[in-house]
């Protein structure tokens, strides 16, 4: 009797022409996706059927959460009032060990390691408001304790640790010993399948490691990292594991310390590895797991990072009101004048809405700390770096030669020294970081694909049997000749936007409209481009972006909303605060239309080509 085989879930994609490289690399991606079904906002924003009843109400901070944040804020900002100099951190390149044990004193290492394991046990909203602090202040610091925390061995730990292994480590990070990740090699990006960093058995109970990491940060004061490894086997030769590795065991050493345009004090270096011995009970998540373990900590740790930008922001919103307000040329303050008064609506609003964002992301962890929230942390580090970088680069604009001058040049001569130069050169690595702006797209271009996938994907795979793709067909077809007519038909955010104000339930309204927009433009990108859409990353992008500024867009009226509900604003302000976010609406109806634009009128052919020449000649 024959049996018709179900294909494996990276069958879904036609690999058969596909070079070995890029097979390999896409079979360990897929494998280390996450199989769940993602069934937050973001997804349905992407496929037209957005459920605004995820984020309407707002999430509600509990009022013992929100005193608990406050109160270690307010440790928090004392402890970098007294002790942290940002200016001279950056001008030595060094963070001093006093401010570090200050810190560790504070808590400041363990802020979500649970209290059972000597950590402050605060929730993933009262650690992204620590991080907001923190990037307004000192981006060496937010660094510092985000790669520590977010990416380092905590959040791994806590997600796939064993108790062992939790009851071991978790309180040494928690009481100041630093941790770091190891994934990034000298050739090794985004692309594992290429790593060359190996652990192989040494007995039934260690494994030898042997191998070398760039740009391992934390690592030049880390006590323990978390080490990416392949451990090949004949039937998964690319196999990876993530190894908690404790620096001071032999054949661990720094090679390199790499320094930066910004970020002066970062602890970043070059860790070789030199069959180092390392226990098998030191295997995060099983063996043959860490890429899903990398994976999944990134997903959650990504959140730390637009907090960060959000703190950022809006410290250069604050200099350059105050600057706007107190500049006087041609008989009235710059803030007064057009493209100033320009640059810094925008640059209020873009900030607003970061903050409302990361709030949201941070509220769905705290709701369940296994949340599948792969797509909103990636979509809120793609749009809030990229905010960020765009709201700094106006700050030094509207600051002029200022902006450009050092905070010691200005304190010299008895200026106000606001750090505009120090935050430009801090900033930019926030579009790099945890994944490029490049990589988010792609990232995010390949979950919102995700149900269509599964709907028709077996149809233009070439690989699968002719009954198969028949039958994938006939399935397609029904699902699709009864969901794409629905995408044409008006839409509305439903009853969960009634508590709204009426401007604000207007734009929830306009959001679920532009919602099915965005999902024809995709269905149709599909049906034009067929397997080769994964190629037009330029055009995936711009899709990309279009889903982004509509989640960003829906977060920003729910909180400002839950504002006006919970009376957090004053009732003089919030004819303010509604004029804001109307405006931030205005702002992303206008950058939805340039991404259509652009979809229309796209370069993509042009570009590659002229690239080609370029290559070609070097």
């Not at 018709?4 to 879930?9: C, I, Q, R, S």
């Not at 979500?112 to 394991?117: D, H, L």
């Not at 925390?149 to 796939?160: D, H, M, N, V």
Request: proline share 5%; charged share 25%; aromatic share 6%.
């Amino acid at each position: 009797m024959k049996t018709e085989l179900t294909p494996p879930p990276a069958a879904l994609i036609d690999m058969s022409k596909m070079s070995a490289g890029q097979k390999a690399a896409l079979e360990m991606a897929e494998a280390a996706r996450d199989e769940r079904n993602n069934a937050g906002l973001a997804a349905g924003l992407f496929f037209g059927t957005p459920d605004f009843s995820k984020v309407l109400p707002f999430p509600a901070q509990s009022v013992e959460d929100h005193d608990q944040g406050d109160a270690f804020l307010a440790r928090l900002k004392r402890v970098l009032d007294e002790h942290a100099d940002p200016d001279e951190i950056d001008r030595t390149g060094e963070i001093p060990e006093n401010l570090l044990d200050e810190l560790a004193h504070l808590g400041a290492f363990g802020i979500k390691i649970p209290t059972k394991y000597g950590g402050l046990g605060l929730s993933q909203t009262n650690y992204s408001r620590s991080a907001m602090l923190l990037g307004g202040e000192c981006g060496n610091l937010a660094a510092l304790l985000s790669a520590h925390q977010s990416i380092g061995a905590p959040q791994p730990l806590i997600l796939f640790g064993t108790e062992e292994q939790k009851a071991k480590y978790l309180p040494l990070c928690a009481s100041g010993i630093i941790s770091a990740f190891a994934l990034t090699e000298n050739n090794v990006g985004s692309d594992p399948a290429r790593m060359t960093t190996v652990a192989t058995p040494d007995g039934e109970d260690h494994f030898i490691l042997n191998g070398e990491k760039l740009w391992c940060t934390n690592s030049l004061k880390a006590g323990i990292i978390v080490v990416m490894a392949r451990t090949p086997t004949p039937e998964k030769p690319h196999a990876t594991s993530a190894f908690i590795v404790e620096t001071s065991w032999p054949g661990v050493e720094i090679v390199h310390r790499c320094r930066f345009m910004g970020l002066r004090a970062l602890y970043n270096g070059v860790v070789h590895f030199d069959h180092v011995r390392v226990p098998k009970e030191n295997i995060l998540g099983g063996e043959g797991r860490g890429l899903k373990v990398a994976l999944t900590t990134l997903n959650t740790g990504r959140i730390t990072l637009p907090a960060a930008c959000t703190g950022l922001a809006k410290r250069c919103v604050e200099i350059s009101s105050r600057w706007a307000a107190e500049r006087v040329q041609w008989g009235q303050p710059v803030g007064k004048h057009a493209a100033i008064a320009d640059k810094l609506a925008r640059m209020t609003a873009d900030s607003f809405a970061m903050e409302a964002m990361v709030r949201y992301v941070s509220a769905l962890v705290d709701r369940d700390k296994h949340a599948d929230v792969r797509l909103e942390a990636a979509i809120a580090k793609l749009w809030g770096s990229e905010r960020a970088w765009a709201i700094v680069d106006d700050t030094m604009q509207i600051r002029g030669g200022r902006g450009y001058e050092t905070a010691d040049s200005l304190r010299e001569r008895g200026e106000k020294p606001d750090p505009v130069e120090r935050l430009f050169r801090d900033c930019r690595i926030n579009t790099i970081f945890e994944g490029s702006s490049e990589i988010m797209r792609l990232f995010i271009a390949r979950e919102v694909l995700d149900p269509h996938l599964k709907i028709g994907a077996e149809v233009v795979n070439s690989t699968l049997p002719l009954k198969q793709r028949a039958k994938a067909t006939l399935r397609a077809g029904l699902t699709y000749a009864t969901w794409y007519p629905r995408m044409w038909l008006p839409a509305g955010a439903g009853s969960a936007a009634h508590a709204l104000h009426p401007h604000l339930r207007k734009d929830m309204h306009a959001i679920a409209k532009e919602s099915h927009k965005l999902a024809r433009t995709l269905f149709h990108a599909m049906v034009l481009n067929g397997p080769a859409l994964e190629r037009r990353q330029i055009l995936l992008g711009r899709i990309v972006d279009i889903g982004a500024e509509l989640f960003v867009w829906s977060t920003t009226i729910s909180y400002a909303q839950s504002l006006i509900t919970d009376s957090t604003v004053p009732s003089a302000e919030v004819d303010k605060l509604v004029r804001k976010v109307s405006y931030f609406g205005k702002l992303t109806r206008t950058r939805l239309t340039s991404h259509y634009k652009a979809l229309k009128e796209t370069l993509e052919p042009e570009a590659r080509q002229v690239s080609r020449d370029l290559l070609a000649a070097v």
